[in-house]
């Protein structure tokens, strides 16, 4: 039992490295997420089915990066009043209803936020290239709000960057991407961007997955008396509770998604049904008849279920008989399911993901200035070559100067199994988390393995470079002395590398994320356990014992 007490450092680190082991090598060891996680479209990223569970970046298996600033304007020290976190006020309404009216934008496209604090001033966002900073200003002075023009700026805030980068990492997941990631980043001029990455797929195949915003609506379409065709919202995507998979209409040309409303939002949904006239039928067969004009809405005839993808009409159709009938004697909110019929399956898949994402993308993205980077898989193959090279290369080196510094296998093959098992943790932490490695990470790991074995020399010297360690407690105070250093350095490290996760440096976040994580690792794990194993090297049982 003693023996269990005093190498419970040395059980830890075997164990954490078998079950690294397995999380690297065994298929589906690793965490998967989003509903379509494990299906691998055509294109997508295969590397997890090779040798190991890693997912890699475009930098070591080829795909694309997209660049692109976010469309917006912010008026900021707008006068709103303060609320709690997350409440929406009727001031901020009243603004956002205003400005739609003033600017000619969509709802969506306007966002007033007021602060959270007290003493502080709110923002107003508008999400459209045709609104200026003076329109703007202007607009909010003619609510009454003290505005000049210098306090409004091209951009958006970080709350709706933040969401953006939230709603496409969904995206990328609901599109079952392997190894996608999705970060914000502002330039030094204050523009900002967000920055896509997809391991395996073209520019084309990317730019189709983010270039929608997702704004999902279907509508109860209609010809009133005045001749004009008329469009009522029936369904908004807060409606919604289930989404189906894109697939081809039974027995059809087209291809539909099915919807699911919310059980709460039933009977608002039944409401905007009746005053549209979609359960009452008007052909023979108790269906309903729909002839939509696109080019020219208003000579549109009959009666619609209409559904709009950011604005564009994907589809308008008229209603079967049996829908009709469970329109009209309410029993539709037993099943209050029904299908968004489209012409192509991207329509319907990009509606799917969409719904699937949740929110909708706050803000657009421009595409038409975005800076986009494309890598081939043979190139890529070639870096990840020549990584696996540096990394034997470091490993070697490393072992060669621990060996000629100590002269004693006893103390430099523990040093260096001790050191390549802390690699062996971090690679496992990082298939884990499904986190894709670039060039970045790979100088990551050559660092860890630097000062990996840095420290375990500090270790070595403090105990065997002095005179003689003749029992427990003088082993025991020398390792402590040694891991204060050890423990300042680590502490050094974390905090010069903390700013590069949070400041959007692109390549270097990566770069100090694996830094960070194999400094702890290192100081909680991998460090005690080589002073256990040190301890056993040096003193004999009834040695330790004292």
Request: net charge negative; charged share 20%; proline share 4%.
């Amino acid at each position: 039992m003693s023996g269990l007490r005093d190498n419970w450092r040395i059980i830890l680190l075997v164990v954490l490295a078998l079950g690294s082991t397995v999380t690297l090598l065994v298929p589906g060891a690793t965490v998967a997420t989003g509903d379509n996680a494990t299906a691998q479209p055509d294109g997508a990223n295969a590397s997890a089915a090779g040798i190991t569970n890693l997912q890699y970046g475009i930098q070591l298996d080829g795909g694309s990066r997209i660049r692109a600033p976010i469309v917006g304007t912010t008026a900021e020290n707008v006068g709103i009043q303060p609320v709690g976190a997350g409440d929406e006020t009727n001031e901020t309404i009243a603004i956002e209803d205003e400005l739609v009216s003033q600017l000619g934008v969509d709802p969506v496209d306007v966002n007033a936020r007021a602060p959270n604090e007290p003493n502080a001033d709110g923002t107003v966002e508008v999400y459209s290239e045709n609104v200026t900073q003076a329109e703007l200003a202007a607009a909010l002075q003619e609510q009454g709000y003290d505005v000049s023009e210098s306090d409004v700026r091209d951009g958006v805030t970080r709350a709706t960057r933040d969401e953006m980068v939230e709603v496409i990492d969904e995206k990328l997941s609901q599109s079952a991407l392997s190894g996608g990631s999705v970060q914000s980043a502002q330039s030094a001029t204050g523009q900002n961007f967000v920055v896509i990455e997809a391991p395996g797929r073209d520019i084309d195949e990317l730019r189709s997955i983010v270039a929608s915003r997702g704004i999902v609506r279907v509508y109860g379409g209609y010809a009133a008396d005045n001749g004009t065709f008329v469009r009522q919202q029936i369904v908004s995507r807060e409606d919604i509770d289930g989404i189906g998979n894109a697939r081809k209409v039974d027995g059809g040309q087209g291809y539909q998604v099915s919807v699911t409303i919310r059980d709460d939002a039933v009977d608002q949904f039944l409401e905007g049904v009746r005053a549209t006239g979609l359960d009452e039928p008007n052909t023979a067969r108790g269906a309903i008849s729909c002839e939509y004009n696109a080019e020219k809405p208003n000579q549109s005839s009959g009666k619609c279920l209409i559904a709009s993808l950011n604005n564009e009409v994907v589809t308008a159709k008229g209603v079967s008989q049996g829908l009709v009938g469970l329109f009209a004697d309410g029993s539709f909110a037993n099943d209050p399911t029904f299908v968004i019929e489209t012409n192509t399956r991207e329509e319907a898949r990009n509606i799917e993901l969409s719904l699937k994402a949740g929110q909708p993308l706050p803000a657009p993205l421009d595409f038409q200035n975005a800076q986009t980077t494309s890598l081939e898989p043979a190139l890529a193959d070639q870096f990840k070559t020549n990584s696996l090279i540096t990394g034997i290369i470091a490993v070697l080196a490393v072992s060669i100067a621990v060996y000629l510094r100590y002269g004693d296998p006893r103390v430099a093959v523990p040093m260096i199994v001790t050191a390549l098992s802390e690699v062996l943790l971090l690679l496992g932490f990082v298939s884990v988390i499904q986190f894709p490695l670039d060039l970045s990470h790979i100088a990551g790991f050559i660092a860890v393995i630097g000062t990996g074995v840095d420290d375990l020399i500090i270790i070595a010297d403090e105990i065997l470079q002095r005179e003689g360690v003749a029992t427990g407690r003088v082993f025991q105070n020398r390792f402590r002395k040694a891991f204060w250093v050890i423990g300042a350095a680590a502490a050094t490290t974390i905090i010069a590398m903390s700013p590069l996760t949070v400041l959007g440096l692109g390549d270097l976040t990566g770069f100090a994320i694996i830094t960070i994580v194999g400094v702890l690792i290192g100081v909680l794990i991998t460090r005690p356990a080589y002073g256990d194993i040190l301890r056993r090297l040096v003193l004999d049982e009834e040695e330790r014992s004292e």
